[in-house]
């Protein structure tokens, strides 16, 4: 429990930071924006075919009566929407985060020579950080995905699959989420996603402390344009926490 704490500190420590501090906000909301404008489409997409693919999903209740078949089809268009949210909030801030890796590298580096620095920091230029950016988001995005299925697949369990089941969606979303965030600061040190990986399964009530508001804010349309640079503040943190380093936070 101390850990979740420590973790919703780091979260309201980043937004703190940022809402301080305009040219943070501006920096970290400009890739947002555009990246939020492309996911708009997709959702706009997807609440005007949900009908046709919950059909398509639930083949087996086409001899159905009326009530039953139509409940079967709102279930799966309920666990369609979760899947899509999970794996749509990691795509969202993984794409954020390679298009704008000039953005949220500068971020990082305010905030963390606020904190005594980075000795011997590693600087990737734009085009690398995103190659590297857009390969880590398939990696992350294809794992989302697969996570999603045995999800979609619980939605249809009464009960536990329109309680539990959101739950355990939201923690695996915002892991993913935290996983993808802490790259910044990471990469700063020279440090890979495999190294990232093992420093969370390390901490993991801390990561679903910063990470769960984060998923959950995510999900509100264009929220995400403010909510982007106050997460790579707090990823930034966190990411300092996880490696033994000073965050100014207290307990942490």
Not at 114 to 137: D, F, I, K
Not at 208 to 213: K, N
């Amino acid at each position: 429990m101390r850990d979740f704490v420590t973790g919703l500190r780091l979260f309201g420590r980043g937004w703190g930071i940022v809402l301080r501090s305009p040219r943070l906000l501006v920096l970290g909301a400009v890739p947002a924006l555009l990246t939020s404008v492309l996911m708009l489409g997709a959702w706009v997409a997807l609440a005007v075919w949900i009908g046709d693919l919950a059909a398509w999903l639930t083949p087996f209740a086409d001899g159905w009566g009326d009530t039953a078949r139509l409940a079967a089809r709102i279930v799966a268009g309920i666990a369609v929407l979760g899947g899509a949210v999970a794996v749509g909030v990691v795509a969202f801030s993984a794409l954020t985060l390679a298009v704008g890796e000039p953005f949220y590298e500068r971020i990082a580096e305010i905030v963390e020579d606020g904190l005594g620095g980075v000795p011997n920091a590693v600087e990737t230029g734009w085009l690398r950080g995103l190659a590297r950016g857009l390969r880590e988001a398939v990696v992350l995005v294809f794992v989302s995905a697969l996570c999603a299925v045995p999800l979609f697949l619980a939605g249809f369990i009464p009960v536990l699959g329109q309680t539990v089941v959101p739950v355990v969606g939201a923690c695996v979303g915002a892991w993913m989420l935290v996983l993808e965030l802490v790259g910044v600061a990471f990469e700063r040190r020279g440090l890979g996603l495999a190294e990232r990986r093992r420093a969370l399964r390390g901490r993991r009530a801390l990561v679903l402390g910063m990470g769960v508001p984060t998923y959950l804010l995510s999900i509100v349309p264009f929220a995400a344009v403010v909510v982007m640079p106050a997460a790579v503040v707090g990823a930034t943190l966190l990411g300092r926490e996880l490696l033994g380093r000073p965050t100014g936070v207290r307990g942490a």
